[in-house]
């Protein structure tokens, strides 16, 4: 392993705190919810010694929920500042909303104060999680990328394991105070020594040798480091125009069909995996399988479950280096369409047989792993890696915070009426619905989402939005078909950018990109002059200060 990847995977793991902090509001909510569900049903008083009251059914509903609604005012916040002030900084600034929130939830005696801390704790998750994932994605290389970046997903599975399985020894307050506590402190400390992206750098009006250093500190010097630079400029270039704030940002996405078509992908597909049936199961394990009404113990079967969901992910890693990131979808999409119907018919048994389901209990058990094999090694890993990938580097800062605001308004329905949803569409009911949203995930895996492993993020944005945008306006009035062969470029055959308008020959510009990378690096001050006005040199393109 070299020195770059040693960095990079540093970097990784120094973000990945931020998902041992979600890893802990996640387990020990679903301990919460077992153990104060558990002791209203037996009418139990508080520990000993604990100066916590009873939580009604009510409250403890809220409390699971409010970390989930807590990122949506994080989220939002985080569309504005994670331009301005880059990743590490910004992971740094919040880390004070995390230690607060989980003191307040340790040691509040009060329903209002574990609710307070709880918000807290998601807020701090909303601002961050945008630009970590981000962050992740742009120091690390195309040949690591998923691997390293996956270990974002795979902590929190992991924490949860250890969670639930604290959770029949210990009060749900004390674990989640340490483990969120413990993460805070250690992210601190490992953020110091993190420079910024060299995307946010160059985006941002900083100087190439600020961009340099950065790609230098994540890549080694044996990287093509001018190469890295003018990839940059070139994907940053692509939208043309600078934006100075978050309505011109909006704009720029909302605005250009390159832009807005793979946020429209990742809204469908953040929407099958939330609704995919592996959220539910591990939040709500313990109560999945107490509704069996069988003699066994609900923690252990969780953490089973978990534990295969945290195997899952530590696969998906050599999984998305290895394999078609459709195919791995559509493999996940069946196993969780095979497990979410299993659980559903056992449900739906016992609800016709009037009992338990006797004999055929063990249904809930395999269906529950399906589900989470399905949810760890192909649908959330894919999904989170798609985010860094499908979105364009000129808008990714607010692009990605507004997927993200979307995943929690949706991860909040769905968490916060997931006992409604039982009680409206029964058990078999619920869970036939997730079934159902497993084989819709089938379909926009086949038929919509684009193959992208071993591309660059720039190579993605050529080939399967900005070019086939450029390519489908080819038949229109006045303009001929954009060839983008670098071979065809060479034979002069490429003759539509006489007849483009200036703003769209500067945007012909910012698509040859790839045929660009076999341009030697400026070496006089005549040729850096004719690319700054080609549109090829960031500093001609965007001012110091611009939002993107």
């Avoid at 160059?202 to 093509?224: I, V, W």
């Avoid at 039982?422 to 079934?435: D, K, M």
């Amino acid at each position: 392993m070299s020195a770059a990847v040693v960095k990079q995977l540093a970097a990784a793991l120094i973000c990945a705190q931020t998902f041992v902090i979600l890893g802990g509001a996640v387990g020990s909510g679903s301990v919460l919810f077992a153990q104060e569900t558990s002791a209203l049903a037996h009418d139990e008083p508080p520990a000993a010694g604990s100066n916590a009251s009873r939580l009604s059914v009510t409250q403890i509903t809220w409390i699971v929920s409010s970390f989930t609604f807590g990122n949506i005012p994080g989220t939002l916040a985080s569309i504005w500042l994670s331009p301005r002030v880059g990743a590490p900084r910004l992971l740094l600034a919040a880390l004070p909303l995390a230690l607060t929130g989980a003191a307040m939830v340790g040691l509040g005696p009060t329903f209002a104060w574990t609710l307070a801390g709880r918000l807290l704790v998601g807020l701090y998750f909303g601002v961050v999680e945008g630009p970590a994932r981000a962050y992740v994605g742009e120091v690390t290389g195309r040949e690591v990328r998923g691997l390293i970046g996956n270990i974002l997903n795979t902590v929190t599975p992991v924490c949860i394991v250890v969670v639930l399985g604290l959770g029949s020894r210990l009060p749900w307050r004390t674990i989640e105070f340490a483990l969120e506590t413990t993460a805070a402190v250690v992210q601190a400390c490992g953020l110091l020594f993190l420079p910024r992206s060299p995307k946010w750098l160059l985006a941002h009006g900083h100087s190439r040798e600020e961009a340099e250093e950065s790609l230098r500190f994540f890549h080694g010097p044996e990287f093509d480091i001018k190469q890295g630079v003018r990839d940059i400029e070139g994907s940053l270039a692509h939208a043309h125009q600078p934006s100075s704030g978050v309505l011109r940002g909006l704009g720029l996405v909302f605005g250009r069909w390159e832009n807005l078509h793979p946020t429209l992908l990742l809204l469908v597909q953040f929407f099958c995996m939330v609704f995919s049936g592996g959220l539910g199961v591990a939040q709500f394990a313990p109560t999945v399988f107490q509704l069996t009404g069988q003699d066994v113990n609900p923690f252990y079967s969780s953490v089973y479950v978990t534990a295969a969901m945290s195997l899952a992910f530590l696969l998906s890693g050599p999984l998305l280096e290895r394999c078609s990131r459709v195919l791995l979808l559509q493999v996940a999409g069946l196993l969780g369409l095979a497990g979410c119907s299993a659980i559903g018919a056992y449900f739906w048994q016992a609800a016709a047989d009037g009992s338990s389901g006797g004999q055929h209990a063990w249904l809930v058990l395999a269906g529950a792993l399906a589900t989470v094999l399905s949810y760890g090694a192909g649908i959330a890993p894919v999904s989170f890696t798609y985010l860094v990938e499908l979105l364009p580097n000129s808008t990714r800062a607010i692009t990605i915070n507004m997927v993200l605001l979307y995943f929690s308004l949706v991860q909040f329905c769905a968490v916060h009426f997931f006992p409604a949803m039982e009680r409206g569409l029964g058990n078999h009911g619920t869970f036939w619905l997730f079934a159902a949203v497993n084989a819709l995930q089938v379909l926009l895996a086949t038929f919509a989402l684009p193959e992208t492993r071993g591309l660059s993020l720039e190579e993605i944005q050529h080939k399967f939005f900005a070019a086939r945008r450029r390519s489908s306006a080819g038949g229109q009035k006045g303009e001929q078909p954009i060839v983008n062969s670098s071979e065809d470029v060479e034979r002069g055959q490429v003759n539509a950018a006489a007849e483009l308008s200036d703003e769209d020959t500067a945007r012909e510009d910012g698509r040859r990109t790839e045929s660009q990378r076999s341009e030697p690096a400026p070496q006089t001050a005549e040729e850096l002059e004719r690319r700054r006005s080609s549109g090829s040199v960031l500093d001609a393109v965007y001012p110091a200060g611009c939002f993107v």
